[in-house]
């Protein structure tokens, strides 16, 4: 039973990729947070720094309800964590990117608040049109933006994986939020960059429309990642919408979850920051 949100199915899956030995990537896929968090620093450092954001995301499902507030200090805590991991013996420190969505009320409705820190994204799906709904704090979008660098160009440069911002590793630690309106039919892909790394947003859009079920959806894309080379760790959730309950209507709705193995906002996007 989920009090007061909105009832979501979902699925995620991690992989540690064709290349790489260790998975750096930790996935929370427990309601009211989906976020995958791509870890920095090897093994011993970046494995770790993602599994502190996720051990302390979960927390939230003891409330069985997100809270931008609550959200906020779980996150400022695992950056607190994080930086006290200290890794002398490591040739980079400790960090991990984070991005993903938590359910939440707002004034009695339910929102996704979307939170994104480094080059892993979240996008939505709706009405059959996908949209990235965060931005990569990472130097080639820096270069993107400045118009000294095309999109496609910037798939393939070499300084892609270099991100600006994360928890930890020495780097700005403010990550951004945003809120959006839950609507039914909202389809959300939340994955770390060894997916977008290897397969572009048309194919992804292209697979999410294909299988309704999310855990059919999320092994497409994990298998078109892999197929592609597999060069780094990757990690997909996908979450559906199925209602989105008005203030009044019942105080809990049943939640279908399939679990499986496991910058800046868009200004372009409908919603406001918290």
Sequence with gaps: MVPSGAAVV?????SAGKVRRVNEDSVIERYPAFVVADGMGGHDAGDVASGIVTEELAALELTGQG?????KR????AAHR???LGSP????????????VVVVMQNGEPYWLVVNLGDSRTYRMARGALEQLSVDHSEVQELVDLGRLSPAAARHHPRRNVVTRALGAGADGVPDYWLLPIEQGDRI??????????VSDTRIAAALAAHADPQRAAGTLMAAALAAGGRDNISVIVVDALVAPTSGEADTVESAQDLAPATRPNPAAKGHRP
């Design 10 to 14: 979902s699925a995620a899956i991690t």
């Design 67 to 71: 809270d931008v507030a609550a959200v």
């Design 74 to 77: 779980r996150l400022a805590a």
């Design 82 to 84: 994080i930086e006290r």
């Design 89 to 100: 013996g490591h040739k980079q420190a400790a960090g991990t990117t984070v991005s993903g």
């Design 189 to 198: 892909l939340v994955c770390s960059d060894g997916l977008t790394s290897e």
